[in-house]
Nanobody
Framework: VQLQASGGGLVQAGGSLRLSCAAS????????MGWFRQAPGKEREFVAG???????TYPDSVKGRFTISRDRAKNTVYLQMSSLEPQDTAVYYC?????????????????WGQGTQVTVSS
């Protein structure tokens, strides 16, 4: 499975961006998928996950601001980000879970996209 992430860019604080992650095979539609981010000098951080059935999970740091969704017909997962803050600046990665569910542990993901840069200016 190959994942192609896109949609990153430069945005002012308070702005919005929508990230997309297109999977090369339908196989990914039976798996949970997640978005992680990594800022320079920091560990990779879970920001959103969606199970095969559509159940979404978020950490408190983004809850209410980020929304994950998936379009099975397009084998694509989206991350809508609003009320962005400078601390949201990072490279964002999408990933396919080993199972039908999601996890906050990045070791539970088997396929990763190449990452897309999100920069939020103050």
């Amino acid at each position: 499975v190959q994942l192609q992430a896109s949609g990153g860019g430069l945005v002012q604080a308070g702005g919005s961006l929508r990230l997309s992650c297109a999977a090369s095979r339908r196989t990914a539609s039976n798996n949970g998928m997640g978005w992680f981010r990594q800022a320079p000098g920091k560990e990779r951080e879970f920001v959103a996950g969606i199970s095969w059935s559509g159940t979404a999970t978020y950490p408190d740091s983004v809850k209410g601001r980020f929304t994950i969704s998936r379009d099975r017909a397009k084998n694509t997962v989206y991350l809508q980000m609003s009320s962005l803050e400078p601390q949201d600046t990072a490279v964002y990665y999408c990933a396919v879970s080993r199972t039908s569910y999601t996890s906050t542990d990045y070791s539970q993901y088997v396929y990763w996209g190449q990452g897309t840069q999100v920069t939020v200016s103050s």
